[in-house]
């Protein structure tokens, strides 16, 4: 029974994973619907096979992890290599397709206003005006017909019966498809009210894979992801190539980048490294300074508070204290001093105020890591330490210290990788701001990578540039594995020495 | 033979699921080909306003010719995604309202049908259908449009003044008296305070032949613009004006009465009145005596038919014979309470608010709708920071900025 229980669940699951593939073919997403199958025959196999049996707990996870971790991750690296921007998000196909769709009527063209007939066969004819009211019968393939001048359109003609406007405005599409009259000079309807003669704008020869203009006879040629004329104009839309290094170079190879960038990188790891040192520092104090306290218990209460409340809550809440005409900090330091220091449009304030921040919102969860931590290093250590004479700042250095990086480590690597990244405080801050002087894209002095990658991808709204962007994210996602492995191996080092 | 059994079974699920798709796909195309009953037109809008309103008006045209309406909330940014990638098999509504800031994108990537609006052009304001020209075609059938207005605190400046010299005069004056803090606070630096770029002639691209704007003509660093941000500059750096541009301290230094002057649009207009401060709008302050005041961006929201759309002819007849009408324009003018597109509906609104907006946006620049816009925000708004600060001069900021897109730009093609 519960076999074929098993066997009823995992079919199910084939069933639905099958159809989201098939639809994701369906729609041209190859890649995903690659990365659903392997899911899905991986969840079949871990089910079915008694070998595979241990990972039946971990299957979700694993497939989870591949769709929206691995997946993501080689999306980027793919998409790094092409040049998809506004204006390339199609395949060549689609975009070929859309050329071909742009229509135009001839300037001399007539625009006539129609009413269109049916016969019981359900075949179609209209009957077309001129501006002047000039009749005209125009059938599927043969050319129109003179009618002369005609107050009202008939309610039948030759056995075709007139349909009325609800009907019309029903089958519009379908009679919009059928061309009426001779072929270089067929009608097609173009709305509720007009049909003239309309033609494709653009030929394809699929031999050069050229365009050519229909009316003016130029050619466009494909030069990366656009057909081009001679003179530079191109046609839209253009398409997704694959651009080699392309963005690669763009970034690596122009000091307008590379130059800022450094500033950026530095600042970038200075307020990561900042930002888990001043706060581990500030929990370990506390934690620390009221472990034998009574009143213990309120205090950590208190101090947990910023922690639940919504990071951008607390950020907006500090952009009001530290407005620099209004906030309640900038307004109480110059009471006092007669000037505050502008935590919005000088570098150095804005940075700091960011670092502050950032401790701010981080420090009680040092505290309440710490203070668990604390309690598990032995009490004897201290005593033997006291007896041997050793003041409490030795102690701390030799015994508390290293005790907690052996636990609390991998978190301040974590800690450390988190703020590398953290988007939302300097965005929710000041947007990167301060601006930097001639910069070949805007840039600012608060920016960290993340930021200045989201400005130039997205901020740009309709010109977002997402091939350049998964570029430099692909360099951003080398430099912080780097980074982190480093640190992971120098951990172990301490935890075999400690 | 539990493994044949096992084998059997997947097979006959896999066979399933390709039947099943396969019956769909022939479904979706019966639906294509069956006339009425089978079709439904599908709108998708951005604004929770204007759902119930378009929906009524999707009920009378189902009345009238059977085919339903439906209406459906979705983000703009979904909007233009799908509408972008449409043809890429990602479902898409038939017809969509959008800015029009967006519809450039749209075009450039053919992924929105022009639109005949035949004689009924003329029913609408000029710069709305502007709005919605792009290369020469109309795209779009606007629905209503958005500027931003001047408004003055009445009960510190009876009068509103002239020109920005004015202004400054009258301002420095209330904060001298010790009346007012500052003159004004700047809720942005490009959007808002574009009347002061373009009272001395300041313009974003310049225009191709044929009226549409050219990306390659960047006129960000013209005359205009220079004076434009060498006034505001000044104004920073005497303290009239707060170095640190914030959105919500502009506004609160009006609400509260500490400055007399801010520049802003109708999103505004509830906390005004929850604070309980007098105001009034009026054009923007010229730059000399007698000169033309200053122009703010004009944005117009209007609806736009899908370049993937099935059923592009029906769409078209639903956009311009049943919401380009006076009777559907009116009912959604009563419904989302903003500035109507169409003329005599505009010219009808008595409510000082409304006269006020409309008056200071007599002369408003439809916002550029090239994609290449995308590029200036950011880069005008680095200039504007450098100058306040004192880094750059305002011709030099500019001119940095105008490297910043051309470079932006360049990259891209």
């Known amino acids: 029974m519960n076999r074929f229980l098993r066997l009823f669940y995992v079919g199910v699951f084939v069933f639905l994973g099958s159809f989201l593939m098939f639809r994701l073919i369906r729609d041209g997403f190859y890649p995903l619907a690659v990365f659903v199958g392997a899911c899905v025959v991986f969840g079949t196999l871990v089910f079915l096979r008694k070998a595979l049996t241990p990972y039946r707990w971990m299957a979700v996870g694993i497939a989870l992890a591949v769709l929206f971790t691995i997946y993501p991750i080689v999306y980027t690296v793919f998409l ?12 060549k196909q689609q975009a070929i397709q859309r050329i071909l769709e742009q229509k135009y009527i001839p300037e001399d063209a007539i ?41 009202e359109p008939p309610a039948e003609l030759d056995g075709y019966a007139m349909i009325d406007m609800v009907e019309a405005v029903q089958r519009i599409d379908e009679i919009g498809k059928i061309e009426f009259g001779a072929a270089p000079e067929a009608l097609t309807i173009q709305s509720l009210g007009e049909a003239a003669v309309s033609k494709p704008a653009f030929a394809y020869d699929e031999k050069t894979d050229t365009f050519s203009d229909v009316v ?57 490294f900042f930002s888990v040192l001043f706060s581990f520092a500030l929990g370990l104090t506390i934690a620390i300074a009221f472990e034998n306290l009574p009143g213990k218990r309120v205090i ?58 950032n401790v701010y919102l981080s420090y009680p969860y040092f505290y309440i890591l710490s203070s668990g931590a604390l309690k598990s290093i032995p009490k004897e250590l201290y005593e033997a330490a006291d007896i041997d004479g050793a003041g409490p700042l030795v102690t701390l250095r030799s015994i508390t210290l290293p005790m907690l990086l052996r636990i609390l480590g991998p978190l301040l690597i974590a800690s450390f990788s988190f703020n590398f990244n953290n988007f939302t405080l300097v965005w929710g801050f000041n947007a990167g701001l301060p601006a930097m002087a001639d910069t070949i894209v805007p840039m600012g002095h608060s920016d960290l990578l993340i930021s200045f990658i989201y400005r130039l991808g997205f901020n740009t709204a309709n010109a977002a540039d997402y091939g350049f962007s998964a570029a430099i994210t692909v360099m951003l996602f080398i430099l912080v594995s780097l980074m982190v492995f480093f640190q992971t191996i120098n951990t172990r080092a301490m935890k075999e020495t400690a | 033979m539990r493994k044949n059994g096992l084998l059997l079974c997947m097979s006959v699920l896999l066979i399933l699921a390709c039947v099943t798709q396969v019956f769909a796909a022939g479904a979706d195309k019966k639906d294509a080909a069956t006339g009425a009953a089978g079709k439904t037109l599908t709108v998708w809008v951005y604004d929770n306003g204007r ?53 450039g994108a749209l075009v450039e990537n ?12 003329k029913n609408y304001l000029a710069p709305a259908i502007e709005g919605f020209m792009y290369n020469g075609k109309l795209y779009g059938v606007p629905l209503a449009v958005e500027n931003i207005g001047f408004f003055r605190n009445t009960d510190l400046v009876p009068k509103a003044p002239a020109t920005w010299d004015e202004m400054v005069a009258i301002g420095t004056d209330l904060v001298k ?237």
């Open chain 2, 177 to 413: 008296k010790g009346k007012c803090e500052v003159i004004m606070g700047f809720p942005d630096a490009t959007y808002n305070s574009y009347p002061f770029f373009t009272s001395f002639g300041g313009n974003i691209f310049g225009k191709n032949a044929d009226g549409s704007l050219s990306p390659d003509k960047i006129e960000i660093a013209n005359a205009g613009m220079v004076q434009g941000l060498e006034l505001m500059t000044s104004l920073v750096k005497k303290g009239l004006v707060p170095n640190a541009i914030d959105w919500d301290a502009a506004h609160v230094l009006f609400e509260s009465g500490k400055a007399p002057f801010i520049m802003t649009g109708p999103w505004a207009l509830n906390r005004f009145k929850t604070a309980g401060v007098h105001y009034a709008i009026t054009p923007f302050p010229a730059a000399k005596k007698g000169g033309k005041p200053g122009a703010p961006f004009l944005g117009v929201q209007g609806m736009i038919i899908s370049a993937s759309s099935k059923q592009a002819l029906l769409a078209q007849a639903f956009a311009v014979e049943v919401i380009a009408t006076e009777a559907s324009m009116q009912a959604i003018y009563k419904a989302e309470q903003r500035p109507s597109a169409w003329k005599s509906i505009s010219a009808s609104v008595k409510d000082a608010d409304s006269t006020g907006f409309a008056a200071a946006g007599v002369n408003a620049v439809p916002m550029p709708s090239i994609p290449a816009m995308g590029y200036v925000w950011d880069s005008w708004v680095s200039a504007a920071a450098l100058s306040f600060s004192g880094k750059k001069t305002p011709q030099d900021a500019l001119l940095n900025a105008k490297t910043q897109i051309e470079t932006q730009i360049k990259a891209k093609k």
């Open chain 1, 300 to 357: 950590r209460s208190l101090l947990i508070i910023p922690y639940p409340i919504p990071v951008l809550v607390s950020i907006m809440v500090w952009r009001a204290l530290l407005n620099e005409r209004m906030g309640l900090v900038t307004s109480g330091l110059s009471s006092l001093f007669g000037s505050s220091p502008h935590f919005f449009t000088e570098v150095g304030w804005t940075r700091f105020a960011i670092v502050l921040i």
């Open chain 1, 216 to 272: 003016s006879g130029t050619t466009y040629r494909v030069n990366r992801g656009t057909y081009v004329s001679d003179a530079g104009e191109g046609l839209s839309p253009g398409f997704m190539v694959n651009i080699g290094l392309g963005n690669y170079t763009r970034f690596l190879g122009n000091d307008g980048y590379r130059k800022p960038i450094l500033e950026i990188i530095l600042w970038n790891i200075a307020f990561a």
């Open chain 2, 110 to 121: 053919a992924a929105v049908l022009p639109i005949n609006l035949g004689a009924k052009k």
């Open chain 1, 111 to 151: 625009t006539y206003s129609w009413s269109a007939y049916k016969n019981p066969a359900g075949e179609y004819l209209l009957l077309v005006f001129d501006a002047d009211g000039n009749g005209f019968v125009a059938r599927p393939g043969k050319a129109l017909e003179p009618k002369g001048p005609l107050e």
């Open chain 2, 51 to 103: 759902i119930d309103v378009l929906t009524e008006i999707g009920k009378q045209f189902q009345k009238k010719y059977g085919i339903p309406v439906q209406v459906s909330l979705v983000d703009l940014g979904q909007i233009r995604t799908q509408f972008l990638l449409a043809s890429g098999g990602a479902e898409c509504a038939d017809l969509a309202i959008i800015p029009h800031d967006n519809l």
């Open chain 1, 80 to 91: 790094s290599f092409t040049n998809m921007s506004g204006g390339h998000l199609l395949t």
